[in-house]
């Protein structure tokens, strides 16, 4: 099993940055992708970015040029840096790991950004 913990959420202002934190309770060297996704009122939930174990990370359109997904071995965390933050980009944003042939979840943070 792998519980995941979210931090970093908050309220910034249009074109201001956050950076998320997800801990994992287990070394992220033996799980073999690590993402971020988000789900936005009445939408569905969607993939932000990932990273797999052996350093491949792929974003989506949306978050291309502005967010950045990287890990810190020696915490077993996962980060997600945003910047250049929209109004759209506000959301429940959820830590995963695929761990085995299970995908885990944290709670989810929210991140809300004002225009």
């Known amino acids: 099993q792998v519980q995941l913990v979210e931090s970093g959420g908050g309220l910034v202002q249009a074109g201001g940055s956050l950076r998320l934190s997800c801990a994992a309770s287990?070394?992220?060297?033996?799980?073999?992708?690590m993402g971020w996704y988000r789900q936005a009122p009445g939408k569905q939930r969607e993939l932000v970015a990932r990273?797999?174990?052996?350093?491949?990370?792929n974003y989506a359109d949306s978050a291309k040029g502005r967010f950045t997904i990287s890990r810190d071995n020696a915490k077993n965390t996962v980060y997600l840096q945003m910047n250049s933050l929209k109004p759209e980009d506000t959301a429940v944003y959820y830590c995963?790991?695929?761990?085995?042939?299970?995908?885990?979840w944290g709670q989810g943070t929210q991140v809300t950004v004002s225009s």
């Open positions: 995963a790991a695929v761990y085995g042939f299970k995908t885990y």
């Open positions: 287990r070394s992220i060297f033996s799980i073999n992708t």
């Open positions: 990273l797999t174990s052996g350093g491949n990370t």
